[in-house]
T-cell receptor
Framework: NAGVMQNPRHLVRRRGQEARLRCSPMKGHSHVYWYRQLPEEGLKFMVYLQKENIIDESGMPKERFSAEFPKEGPSILRIQQVVRGDSAAYFC?????????????FGQGTRLTVV | KQEVTQIPAALSVPEGENLVLNCSFT??????LQWFRQDPGKGLTSLLLIQSSQREQTSGRLNASLDKSSGRSTLYIAASQPGDSATYLC??????????????FGQGTILTVHP
């Protein structure tokens, strides 16, 4: 059973371009969470999704950021018109349906660098 | 709003020492508390998960305790080794509401164990 898979591991974008980060949860997991780790800061919650639904996006910037978790395929975190301040490590975590109290499993992260 | 604080921010010890990392949280309404390890440029590895009804968990040389009423957890590492050098993160999972599974992280303790 593969763990949480994120790709790409490293992504370089020029200011104004779009960044697409992908997350494939562990097999059997239907809850996906995205977190951002800015340089010299802790991990901050961004968004919580279930299949085809955004449950909580309270940690996601209102502009330029969006997330989806379609019925088929990975969850996508999309950042439009990237700026230098978006440079960070973006982590995805997954958990099984209906198992709120269980352990969170994290991917290796995508390190986004905006130049 | 849940806030998680970790003390100390950094710790340097000689190999073989026993050490304690501290974590405190402001809202005791949690499902569980999880300790993670993060190596530079890497993802998060789960070390121990303590449910809100539990007092402690052990895994090898690691022991984590939880005092939910006082909002405190400690991670005890016995007989430290250079391979234990990493950033240790504490995270609590909120209970209730719509943000099932959302984790709030501390800033981490950077541990260096020198030979």
């Amino acid at each position: 059973n593969a763990g949480v898979m994120q790709n790409p591991r490293h992504l370089v974008r020029r200011r104004g371009q779009e960044a697409r980060l992908r997350c494939s949860p562990m097999k059997g997991h239907s809850h996906v969470y995205w977190y951002r780790q800015l340089p010299e800061e802790g991990l901050k919650f961004m968004v919580y999704l279930q299949k085809e639904n955004i449950i909580d996006e309270s940690g996601m910037p209102k502009e330029r950021f969006s997330a989806e978790f379609p019925k088929e395929g990975p969850s996508i975190l999309r950042i439009q018109q990237v700026v230098r301040g978006d440079s960070a490590a973006y982590f995805c975590a997954s958990s099984p349906k209906g198992a709120v109290g269980t352990e969170a499993f994290f991917g290796q992260g995508t390190r986004l660098t905006v130049v | 709003k849940q806030e998680v604080t970790q003390i100390p921010a950094a710790l340097s010890v000689p190999e073989g020492e026993n050490l304690v990392l501290n974590c405190s949280f402001t809202d005791s309404a949690i499902y569980n508390l999880q300790w993670f390890r993060q190596d530079p440029g890497k993802g998060l590895t789960s070390l121990l998960l303590i449910q809100s009804s539990q007092r402690e968990q052990t895994s090898g040389r690691l022991n984590a305790s939880l005092d939910k009423s006082s909002g405190r957890s400690t991670l005890y590492i016995a007989a430290s080794q250079p391979g234990d050098s990493a950033t240790y993160l504490c995270a609590v999972k909120k209970a209730g509401g719509t943000s099932y599974g959302k984790l709030t992280f501390g800033q981490g303790t950077i541990l260096t164990v020198h030979p």
